[in-house]
C-alpha cells in the first residue's frame, strides 16, 4: 500500500513533466534576458476588438456557461470566415465547435478520434501538445521528420507514404508549420490528401497560422482538396491571427460526425470556455482584409529584421514563409548542441530562445537548430541582436 514507491505520473504522461518554455521562461526572468522562446505577441490585437469583450462583459454577455457548441454569433463568425477565405462552406449548427483554444482544439480530436494502439502519422518537428495528445489518447505517435533542403524544411513524400501502416489512423499535419516556418505547397497537400482519401485515413490540421504568410506564400486548407472535407478536422484559433493568446478562443470546422464525436470530448474537458470573448472574437473575425494584410506586412519586416540580424551574427538561418518564428542552424558557429546553447545563452547574451530538439522524437535530427520568435516590439528585436551581436 506504499504509494511512494510509485511516481505519481502516470506512465502514458511519463516524459511530459514540464514544458521546455517554462524553463527557458524562468530563465529569462532571472536573469533579464529578452524572451524569444514563446511564442506570444508583447502588444495586445485591436483596440476594437478589446473593447468588444469589454462590452460583453459589460452587457452581461457570456458571464455564465454559453452554449457547448459555442456562442452562435461566432459560430456564424467562423462559418462566414472559411467561405470568405477558401470557399469551403460549413453550417454554423451543425459543423463549427468552438474550443478552448487550438490547444483544447488537439486534445479533444485526438482524444475522440484515436483508439489506443492506433497510430497517428506527425510531421516532426511537431507542437509540443501533439505528442503529450496522443499519448493521452493511448496511441502511438509516428513521426515524419521535416529535413533542410536549399533554406527550408522540407516533407519527404515517399517518408509519409511509407509510414502509414494498417494501424495509422490518421494524420495530424500543421501548416504553416511551428517551428520551421514552412508552408506546404498546393502540390505537397494535394499529395497528402490523395494518401488520405487512398489509405482512408482521418485528418486533423492544426492550421492555427493560417494569416501569417509571406513573400507570396499561400496557405490552402487541406478540407478544400477532393474527398477532404468529410475526412479532415480544421482546427484553428484567435490567438495568432488576432494577438489575444490569453483569451484561449479556438475552433474546429468539420463534417457532423466529426463535430460531434470531437464535441464529446471536448465537454468533458472544459465543458465551455472564455463566454464574453467568444463574442470579441466573433467581430475580430468580421474585421476588413486590411486588418490582415496590415499584421502580415508587421510580421514580414520583424522576420526580416530578426532573420538579418541572426545571419549578421553567423547563424544560418531558415527563412519562414509563414509563422512569427524562425528557426536556425548553430553549425556555422561552431556549435552542434542546441539544448546546451539555449541553456547558456541567457547568461550569456541576455536573450532566450528555444532548442529544437524538444519538438523532436529524434532528438540526433533536430540538435542542431534553436528556434527565435519574432513577434515582439521592433526595438525588442533590436535589442535582441544587439546583444547577440556583442555576445
Ligand atoms: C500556439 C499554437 C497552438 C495553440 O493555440 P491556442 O489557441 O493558444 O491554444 C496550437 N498549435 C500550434 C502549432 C501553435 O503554434
Not at 505520473?9 to 524572451?35: D, K, P, Q
Not at 456564424?76 to 472559411?82: L, P
Not at 468580421?286 to 499584421?295: F, H, K, Q
Not at 553567423?314 to 556549435?335: E, K, M, Q, W
Request: proline share 7%; glycine share 8%.
Amino acid at each position: 500500500m506504499t504509494s511512494s514507491a510509485r511516481p505519481p505520473l502516470n506512465r502514458r504522461l511519463a516524459g511530459f513533466g514540464t514544458t521546455i518554455f517554462a524553463e527557458m521562461s524562468a530563465l529569462a526572468v532571472r536573469t533579464g534576458a529578452i524572451n524569444l522562446g514563446q511564442g506570444f505577441p508583447d502588444t495586445d490585437g485591436p483596440e476594437a476588438v478589446r473593447e468588444a469583450a469589454v462590452r460583453a462583459l459589460r452587457d452581461g454577455r457570456g458571464n455564465q456557461y454559453p452554449p457547448g457548441p459555442g456562442v452562435p454569433e461566432l459560430r456564424a463568425a467562423i462559418a462566414a470566415h472559411q467561405e470568405r477565405h477558401y470557399g469551403l462552406e460549413y453550417d454554423p449548427d451543425t459543423e463549427v465547435l468552438v474550443t478552448a483554444g487550438a490547444t483544447e482544439a488537439i486534445a479533444a480530436s485526438l482524444l475522440a478520434l484515436v483508439e489506443p494502439g492506433d497510430e497517428v502519422v506527425a510531421l516532426e518537428p511537431y507542437y509540443d501538445s501533439y505528442a503529450a495528445c496522443v499519448a493521452m489518447a493511448g496511441g502511438t505517435r509516428v513521426p515524419v521528420t521535416l529535413r533542410p533542403h536549399e533554406g527550408a524544411f522540407r516533407l519527404d513524400l515517399d517518408e509519409l507514404r511509407d509510414a502509414v501502416t494498417d494501424r495509422t489512423r490518421l494524420l495530424l499535419i500543421n501548416t504553416p508549420h511551428n517551428p520551421t516556418g514552412t508552408v506546404l505547397t498546393r502540390a505537397e497537400l494535394a499529395a497528402v490528401a490523395e494518401l488520405a482519401v487512398e489509405r482512408d485515413l482521418l485528418v486533423v490540421t492544426d492550421e492555427v497560422y493560417e494569416h501569417l504568410v509571406f513573400d507570396g506564400a499561400e496557405h490552402v486548407p487541406l478540407a478544400s482538396f477532393p474527398g477532404m472535407r468529410e475526412r479532415t478536422v480544421t482546427i484553428s484559433s484567435a490567438g495568432k491571427t488576432y494577438s489575444f493568446t490569453g483569451w484561449k478562443v479556438g475552433w474546429i470546422t468539420a463534417a457532423p460526425a466529426l463535430v460531434a464525436a470531437v464535441r464529446s470530448a471536448k465537454q468533458y474537458l472544459t465543458y465551455v470556455s472564455a463566454g464574453p470573448f467568444q463574442y470579441a472574437v466573433a467581430e475580430a473575425l468580421a474585421l476588413p482584409e486590411s486588418y490582415l494584410t496590415g499584421l502580415r506586412e508587421d510580421l514580414r519586416a520583424k522576420r526580416d529584421l530578426l532573420a538579418a540580424g541572426l545571419a549578421e551574427v553567423g547563424f544560418g538561418v531558415f527563412r519562414p514563409a509563414g509563422t512569427y518564428f524562425v528557426t536556425t542552424d548553430i553549425r556555422p558557429l561552431g556549435l552542434d548542441d542546441g539544448f546546451a546553447f539555449c541553456r547558456a545563452l541567457p547568461e550569456r547574451a541576455g536573450v532566450v530562445a528555444v532548442p529544437n530538439a524538444v519538438f523532436y522524437d529524434h532528438r540526433e535530427a533536430g540538435a542542431p537548430f534553436v528556434r527565435f520568435a519574432f513577434c515582439k516590439r521592433t526595438p525588442v528585436l533590436e535589442e535582441a541582436v544587439r546583444r547577440l551581436k556583442a555576445a
